[in-house]
């Protein structure tokens, strides 16, 4: 897929909630990636190092939360989930589904640093 | 220092999603209906427009933005060719068209003398089908030649689609396609998607698909 794009993507929307956080670094991106969009976690890694450098992200590590693509059969009410390729309903053998779970694409959260408040 | 956990909650394509909706409000501004066809290399996706360009014989009005990865005209000097608009963009690269680029091929058309507009996204089944253009509909073309497969390979793109043409339907005897099989695939993914199998080359099903596109224009221009 188009992983330099994700990447910067990602990275834009990183920097602004941690701007808005006041924070003086990231640490952490969690990200949650259904298996059904395809991209390769460690080419957004490749990216990352690149794209982050000079920035607050510089160094974050990118934490990747996949979650599998899960179908719910229309005839017979049976939940599978996918392996490596589609198949029929395993309980009654229709393929007349609808798609529970696969196609989350989002940046969940960011752990940052700031300056602990001295107080008043 | 101390650690804290931001909850972010964004979707990655968030920006792109926004502009997406800009060009959606522009184009309704301009009582413009328009679909986003997306196939892979040599599905024929410009016969296809050009045909349709062809069928519909003026009954609407067309502008269309050719995507490519390289810097040619090929493509848009066809469609000028046959009387149309069309604008040529070239993502340098990109693997898909996404809605910034869609902005800029719309503010090189004359919207106000438009129904409808087609945008040919690079060939390619894998990129196209995560970035929203901003248009009404996502239509894909499947060739016969390329296999009775690809939905199972190629999941993402069916899903989010409006329509399914299947092309090159007078090779049927030439290769190996099961169209069971395929619908099958198809069903799994985007049940009860509007399917038009049909030939550039000898015509056949096109009038299915142009009596359809013309009545999705008539009841988007009477909502907006």
């Given at each position: 897929?188009?992983?330099?794009?994700?990447?910067?993507?990602?990275?834009?929307?990183?920097?602004?909630?941690?701007?808005?956080?006041?924070?003086?670094?990231?640490?952490?991106?969690?990200?949650?990636?259904?298996?059904?969009?395809?991209?390769?976690?460690?080419?957004?890694?490749?990216?990352?190092?690149?794209?982050?450098?000079?920035?607050?992200?510089?160094?974050?590590?990118?934490?990747?939360?996949?979650?599998?693509?899960?179908?719910?059969?229309?005839?017979?009410?049976?939940?599978?989930?996918?392996?490596?390729?589609?198949?029929?309903?395993?309980?009654?053998?229709?393929?007349?589904?609808?798609?529970?779970?696969?196609?989350?694409?989002?940046?969940?959260?960011?752990?940052?640093?700031?300056?602990?408040?001295?107080?008043? | 220092?101390?650690?804290i956990r931001v909850?972010?909650?964004?979707?990655?394509?968030?920006?792109?999603?926004?502009?997406?909706?800009?060009?959606?409000?522009?184009?309704?501004?301009?009582?413009?209906?328009?679909?986003?066809?997306?196939?892979?290399?040599?599905?024929?996706?410009?016969s296809f427009i050009?045909?349709?360009?062809?069928?519909?014989?003026?009954?609407?009005?067309?502008?269309?933005?050719?995507?490519?990865?390289?810097?040619?005209?090929?493509?848009?000097?066809?469609?000028?060719?046959?009387?149309?608009?069309?604008?040529?963009?070239?993502?340098?690269?990109?693997?898909?068209?996404?809605?910034?680029?869609?902005?800029?091929?719309?503010?090189?058309?004359?919207?106000?003398?438009?129904?409808?507009?087609?945008?040919?996204?690079?060939?390619?089944?894998?990129?196209?089908?995560?970035?929203?253009?901003?248009?009404?509909?996502?239509?894909l073309i499947a060739?016969?030649?390329?296999?009775?497969?690809?939905?199972?390979?190629?999941?993402?793109?069916?899903?989010?689609?409006?329509?399914?043409?299947?092309?090159?339907?007078?090779?049927?005897?030439?290769?190996?396609?099961?169209?069971?099989?395929?619908?099958?695939?198809?069903?799994?993914?985007?049940?009860?998607?509007?399917?038009?199998?049909?030939?550039?080359?000898?015509?056949?099903?096109?009038?299915?698909?142009?009596?359809?596109?013309?009545?999705?224009?008539?009841?988007?221009?009477?909502?907006?």
């Amino acid at each position: 897929m188009h992983e330099l794009s994700v990447t910067e993507n990602v990275l834009e929307i990183a920097l602004s909630h941690a701007n808005a956080s006041l924070a003086k670094k990231v640490t952490d991106i969690y990200l949650v990636i259904g298996q059904l969009s395809s991209i390769v976690d460690d080419s957004v890694q490749f990216y990352w190092d690149y794209i982050s450098e000079n920035t607050i992200c510089a160094g974050a590590k990118l934490h990747f939360n996949r979650i599998p693509a899960k179908f719910r059969c229309i005839n017979c009410d049976h939940e599978f989930q996918m392996k490596d390729e589609l198949t029929a309903c395993p309980n009654c053998g229709s393929m007349q589904t609808t798609i529970i779970s696969g196609e989350e694409f989002y940046v969940d959260s960011i752990e940052i640093e700031k300056e602990v408040d001295k107080g008043i | 220092m101390s650690a804290i956990r931001v909850p972010v909650v964004e979707k990655i394509f968030s920006a792109n999603d926004r502009m997406a909706e800009l060009n959606r409000n522009l184009m309704n501004s301009h009582n413009i209906f328009s679909i986003n066809l997306m196939a892979s290399p040599g599905a024929g996706k410009t016969s296809f427009i050009l045909e349709t360009i062809k069928r519909l014989n003026h009954s609407l009005r067309i502008g269309v933005i050719e995507g490519d990865t390289a810097p040619v005209t090929i493509d848009a000097d066809k469609v000028i060719a046959a009387g149309m608009p069309a604008v040529q963009i070239n993502t340098g690269g990109d693997c898909h068209l996404d809605a910034s680029m869609m902005s800029d091929g719309l503010s090189q058309l004359p919207l106000s003398e438009l129904d409808l507009v087609i945008v040919e996204n690079v060939g390619n089944l894998i990129c196209p089908a995560a970035w929203d253009l901003g248009t009404h509909i996502n239509v894909l073309i499947a060739s016969v030649p390329e296999g009775d497969d690809k939905p199972y390979k190629y999941p993402n793109i069916y899903r989010g689609l409006k329509v399914l043409v299947v092309n090159k339907t007078d090779l049927t005897p030439y290769v190996k396609f099961d169209m069971d099989y395929f619908r099958r695939g198809v069903e799994m993914l985007n049940p009860g998607l509007v399917t038009f199998p049909l030939s550039c080359r000898t015509g056949d099903g096109f009038y299915e698909w142009i009596e359809w596109l013309k009545s999705q224009v008539r009841t988007h221009q009477s909502n907006s």
